[in-house]
């Protein structure tokens, strides 16, 4: 596995209604560009990925490329799909088109727009090193309740177990091919938990606080005061 080549697959074709701007989110912009183009130049800038397959809300396919077609470079291979209704069906209509020599696939949320480029070469490089599934996770700062249909607590997990998991998360390409067939339903949140069904491990990696998914309205405060620090520390360089 260690000079597979790897292949990121973004969902994007989600309509972002709790985030409530009126058309779907992977398209809207802050800081000058849309959320899209600021995950796939990240990716890019990783210098890991040599294919990329988005999936496109319906029938927003060439637009995305518009968007994303300026972020790739020539030896990088750009694929848009149409996505479906959840986003694991979305994924797997990426995981389709994925071209046939690509052995490590990195999934990564249009929504996640600021991880860092360290991100993707940390996540594949630990699928390069052996483990076949693997996520970046933080600790979880808040106390959960695990609560019943009327909304009373029943259990309070101990937090020191539980991880925040985000994207992007790698895998080997047959592991999650495999994972994708065995899917029945449609509402896996993540590709991982589609692997843990199949009983395979997921091993976690540190994740990063700026890979954060833009799913609220205050959530796009915060993406807007990232973009602008880190353009003052680019200017400061
Ligand atoms: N996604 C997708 N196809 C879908 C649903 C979601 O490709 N049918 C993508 C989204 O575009 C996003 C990622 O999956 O990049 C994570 O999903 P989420 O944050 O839930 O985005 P939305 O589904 O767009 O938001 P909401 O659930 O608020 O409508
Ligand atoms: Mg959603």
């Given at each position: 596995m260690r000079n597979a080549m790897v292949g990121l697959i973004v969902?994007?074709?989600?309509?972002g209604v709790r985030l409530?701007?009126?058309?779907?989110?992977?398209?809207y912009t802050v800081g000058g560009q849309t959320l899209l183009s600021h995950a796939v130049r990240a990716a890019v800038e990783s210098?890991?990925?040599s294919a990329i397959v988005v999936a496109a809300p319906p029938g927003l396919a060439t637009r995305v490329l518009e968007f994303v077609q300026p972020e790739i470079p020539a030896d990088v291979l750009v694929r848009v799909v149409d996505g479906g209704v959840s986003r694991q069906s979305s994924v797997r209509a990426a995981l389709t088109a994925?071209?046939?020599?690509?052995d490590v696939v990195l999934v990564h949320d249009a929504?996640?727009?600021?991880?860092?480029?360290r991100l993707f070469a940390e996540v594949a490089a630990a699928v390069q090193a052996g483990r076949a599934a693997v996520v970046p996770g933080l600790e979880v700062v808040d106390t959960l309740k695990q609560v019943d249909r009327r909304g009373s607590v029943v259990d309070t997990p101990d937090?020191?177990?539980?991880r925040a998991v985000q994207t992007p998360q790698g895998f080997r390409r047959g592991l999650l091919q495999r994972a994708h067939d065995a899917a029945?339903?449609?509402?896996?949140?993540?590709d991982a938990g589609l692997v843990e069904r199949l009983g395979q491990p997921v091993y976690v990696v540190p994740g990063d606080e700026?890979?954060?998914?833009?799913?609220?309205?205050l959530d796009l405060l915060l993406a807007e005061a990232l973009l602008a620090a880190r353009a003052a520390d680019e200017g400061h360089r």
């Amino acid at each position: 596995m260690r000079n597979a080549m790897v292949g990121l697959i973004v969902p994007a074709a989600g309509m972002g209604v709790r985030l409530g701007v009126g058309m779907p989110k992977a398209l809207y912009t802050v800081g000058g560009q849309t959320l899209l183009s600021h995950a796939v130049r990240a990716a890019v800038e990783s210098g890991v990925v040599s294919a990329i397959v988005v999936a496109a809300p319906p029938g927003l396919a060439t637009r995305v490329l518009e968007f994303v077609q300026p972020e790739i470079p020539a030896d990088v291979l750009v694929r848009v799909v149409d996505g479906g209704v959840s986003r694991q069906s979305s994924v797997r209509a990426a995981l389709t088109a994925m071209s046939s020599d690509i052995d490590v696939v990195l999934v990564h949320d249009a929504a996640r727009c600021l991880a860092p480029p360290r991100l993707f070469a940390e996540v594949a490089a630990a699928v390069q090193a052996g483990r076949a599934a693997v996520v970046p996770g933080l600790e979880v700062v808040d106390t959960l309740k695990q609560v019943d249909r009327r909304g009373s607590v029943v259990d309070t997990p101990d937090r020191t177990v539980l991880r925040a998991v985000q994207t992007p998360q790698g895998f080997r390409r047959g592991l999650l091919q495999r994972a994708h067939d065995a899917a029945t339903g449609d509402e896996a949140t993540d590709d991982a938990g589609l692997v843990e069904r199949l009983g395979q491990p997921v091993y976690v990696v540190p994740g990063d606080e700026s890979a954060f998914k833009v799913t609220r309205p205050l959530d796009l405060l915060l993406a807007e005061a990232l973009l602008a620090a880190r353009a003052a520390d680019e200017g400061h360089r």
